[in-house]
């Protein structure tokens, strides 16, 4: 008599399923959860009960003697420069429309419009609640560089964790390991509060305007991502296959042996 195939897919399959709910709810509520902090932020920042704070942070980075000076070696400084660049409305858009770009040219056009459209989307967002906010810029410690908007939210804090998050979103998706997803994230987490950090570090905002930054894009960036998950899930977003993690495991064939056969 021969063996009966075991049917192992269908049950992989609505596993594959419930993990992949899972992480969405799990994304959701980190979403609800960053969306509420910045509100939280925001709230006290209004009433102004985030006042010691602030000013105990940015006196702590700077020399007491010399208020102009930050701590720190003088490369430090510079690199500093260096790094908050890298949360600049110039260098995002840079960097977003080379990925546009790559994907346009890769045919995934529904992709390049994702991106485009959620880092555009978060770029829009930050520029609306400064001006809802309004909050000025920290007069407590001369600024490193130059500044012309408001403060609240920091906008290269904001526009770093929308654009490097989302774009780590959208590389994870097809990252064929697990310890190639968890790098492309570490790399997208850090940049971002390297950005958030060195704004503090050179004096154009508050801590406050910084956290709630990292909040608000990391609230967007995880709502882009339940949306970039729904549309994988369809196919609209990679059109000439699905992510390496979301495929279906092929139903396995049980192996006979020649004696087996011969039964």
């Given at each position: 008599m021969d063996r009966a195939i075991p049917r192992r897919a269908p049950r992989r399959f609505r596993d594959l399923l419930a993990r992949r709910e899972m992480r969405a709810l799990a994304a959701l509520l980190l979403a609800a959860a960053g969306l509420f902090a910045f509100a939280k932020l925001a709230g006290e920042v209004l009433e102004g009960d985030t006042a010691t704070f602030d000013r105990a942070v940015l006196l702590a980075l700077r020399n007491p003697a010399d208020l102009s000076d930050p701590i720190g070696p003088r490369w430090l400084e510079e690199a500093a420069r260096d790094v908050t660049a890298l949360g600049s409305h110039v260098i995002v858009t840079y960097v977003t429309l080379a990925v546009v770009g790559f994907l346009v040219l890769s045919g995934r056009r529904a992709a390049a419009l994702f991106v485009?459209?959620?880092?555009?989307?978060?770029?829009?967002?930050?520029?609306?609640?400064?001006?809802?906010?309004?909050?000025?810029?920290?007069?407590?410690?001369?600024?490193?560089?130059?500044?012309?908007?408001?403060?609240?939210?920091?906008?290269?804090?904001?526009?770093?964790?929308?654009?490097?998050?989302?774009?780590?979103?959208?590389?994870?998706?097809?990252?064929?390991?697990?310890?190639?997803?968890?790098?492309?994230?570490?790399?997208?987490?850090?940049?971002?509060?390297?950005?958030?950090?060195?704004?503090?570090?050179?004096?154009?905002?508050?801590?406050?305007?910084?956290?709630?930054?990292?909040?608000?894009?990391?609230?967007?960036?995880?709502?882009?991502?339940?949306?970039?998950?729904?549309?994988?899930?369809?196919?609209?977003?990679?059109?000439?296959?699905?992510?390496?993690?979301?495929?279906?495991?092929?139903?396995?064939?049980?192996?006979?042996?020649?004696?087996a056969e011969g039964r």
């Open positions: 485009g459209l959620s880092v555009g989307g978060g770029a829009l967002l930050s520029a609306v609640l400064k001006i809802g906010f309004a909050r000025p810029r920290p007069d407590l410690v001369p600024h490193a560089v130059e500044v012309y908007t408001a403060s609240f939210p920091s906008g290269h804090a904001m526009l770093s964790a929308v654009a490097y998050l989302t774009l780590g979103a959208l590389l994870m998706r097809v990252a064929p390991l697990g310890r190639t997803k968890f790098y492309v994230l570490a790399v997208a987490v850090f940049t971002t509060l390297a950005v958030g950090a060195s704004r503090v570090y050179l004096g154009v905002h508050w801590p406050t305007d910084v956290l709630a930054g990292w909040c608000g894009g990391a609230g967007w960036a995880l709502l882009c991502w339940l949306v970039l998950n729904a549309l994988q899930r369809r196919g609209a977003v990679e059109p000439k296959g699905e992510a390496a993690e979301d495929r279906p495991p092929a139903p396995q064939i049980a192996k006979f042996s020649g004696s």
